[in-house]
C-alpha cells in the first residue's frame, strides 16, 4: 500500500512538495485554508528564478543601510516596533548574521539551491506543456548610479568566481539588449543564468497537473494542529463548514508560508519567522518596459513582463499580518519606477491596482528545510523569504527525498529547522 503524505499550504513550496512526493508514488493531500486554493504570495509574486541572488539577505552593510531606511516612510525596508518578543528575537538573529562569515557559509549553498531550481524549472515547463511565460533572459541588475555600477561589477566578480556568466554593461550594451525603453541608468549587470515565468500560470498549470495525476486537494480547510506519533503524523482540521476532525497520514509536511510557525509551536519547534510585506504594481498595457526582468539596485525594486504586462514590485514590511497598503510605500516604488524610465507615465502607475504578499521571512537569509527535531515524521519547509518562487522546484525535491527516507542531494545542515531552538 502507498504512503500518505499530508501537505499543509498550497503555494509554491506545497504544490512543489506534493510534485515530487507523487512522483515517488505517495498518495498526497494538499491542505489549504484558502477556499479557492490561492496562495497569495506564490500567484502574485514577480516570478524572476535568481541563481544571482547567492547573497544572503542578512549580510554585511545591511543593517546600517536598514537603519538610514527606518527614518524614510517611502524607503524600501521598514521594521514597525511593537511588543513582541518573537520579533526581538528575530531582530537579534538578523543582526547576529549579517556577517562576512555567514555570507560565505551561506552563498554557496544558496547558489546549489538556486542552480538546481532553475534546472528543475526548465524542466516542469516542458512536462507541463503549457505556456507559463517562461524567459531564459537572465537578469539585469540596473545601476542609476556610477557608485551602485561599481558595487555591482564587485558582485559580478564574485558571481564569476563562483561559475555564472555574470558581466558588466555600459548603458550602450543594456541598450542593445533592450533596445525599446528610455533609461536613466549608467549601466548594469547581466546575470545569464536566471530567467523569469509568470508565477500566477505556473501555480495554475502546476495545480492543474497535480489534481491530473491524483493529488487530493482539500480546500478551505485550516490546518489547526500537528501531531506526531511516531509511527505517523496526524493533523487537526477546521473544515469549510466549521467542522473539526483528524486526518492521519505517514508523513505531514509543513509548508504554510509565513504562517508555520504556529504550526511548528506545537512540535516545540521555534521558528524565527516574521511575513515580509511586499507590493507591486501591474502595468496592463504598458507603454515602457523591458523583456528581461531587471532589479533597480539603489532602489531595491523589481520589474518583469509577464503576459505583456508589466510587473514593478518591491518593499520588506516587517509589521506583522498587517494587510494594509501604505500609500507612501506605493508612491516610493513609483518614484522609483520613474526615476529609472523617465519616459513611464505616472498615469500608468497610478491606473494600476496595488498588491501585497507575505514573504516567510527568517533571519539569518536562509529556509528552514528540514526533519522537525524529533519529530521523525514531520518535514518543515518555510523560510524562503524573497526568493520562495525561486526555490520551489528544488525545496518540493528536497522535502521528498526526506519523506522518503533517502539522503538529500544536497547537505541541509545549514538549513535545519531546530537551529534558532
Ligand atoms: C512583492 C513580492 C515579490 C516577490 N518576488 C519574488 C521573485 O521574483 N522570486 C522569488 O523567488 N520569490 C519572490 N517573492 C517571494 C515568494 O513569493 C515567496 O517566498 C513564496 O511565494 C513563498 O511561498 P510559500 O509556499 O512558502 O508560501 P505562500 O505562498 O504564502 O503559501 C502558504 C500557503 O499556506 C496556507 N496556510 C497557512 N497556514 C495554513 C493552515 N494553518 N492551514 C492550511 N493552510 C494554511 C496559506 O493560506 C497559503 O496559501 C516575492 C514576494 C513578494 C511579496
Known sequence: MSRHALVVGAGVIGLSSAY?????????TVLERDRAGHAVASYGNAGIVVPSHFVPLAAPGVIGQALKWLLDPMSPFSVRPRPSLDLLRWSWRFWRSATVAQVRRAGPLLLALNLASRRLYSELVSELGVDVGFTPRGILMLCHTQRGLDEEAAMAAAARDLGLDARVLDLAAVRALEGS????????????????????????????????????????????????HGTGAEVELRLPDTQRTTLR???????????????ARQLGLRLLLQPGKGYSLTIERPSQYLRTAAILVEARVSTTLIGGRFRIGGTMEIAGFDERVS??????????????FPRLPRAELDEAAPWTGFRPVSPDGLPYLGRAPRHANVVVATGHAMMGFSLGPVTGQLVAELVAGESPTLDLGLLDPGRHG
Do not use: C, N
Request: no cysteine.
Open 249 to 263: 497520514g505517514d508523513a505531514v509536511v509543513i509548508a504554510a508560508g509565513s504562517w508555520s510557525a504556529q504550526l
Open 181 to 228: 525603453a528610455e533609461l536613466d541608468v549608467v549601466g548594469a549587470v547581466h546575470v545569464a543564468e536566471d530567467a523569469h515565468l509568470d508565477p500566477g500560470a505556473l501555480m495554475q498549470a502546476l495545480r492543474a497537473h497535480l489534481e491530473r495525476t491524483g493529488v487530493r486537494f482539500a480546500l478551505g480547510t485550516e490546518v489547526t494542529g500537528v501531531r506526531d
Open 20 to 28: 515530487h512526493l507523487r512522483r515517488r508514488g505517495f498518495e498526497v
Open 327 to 340: 500609500q507612501a510605500r506605493l508612491e516610493g516604488i513609483k518614484r522609483s519606477a520613474r526615476r529609472y
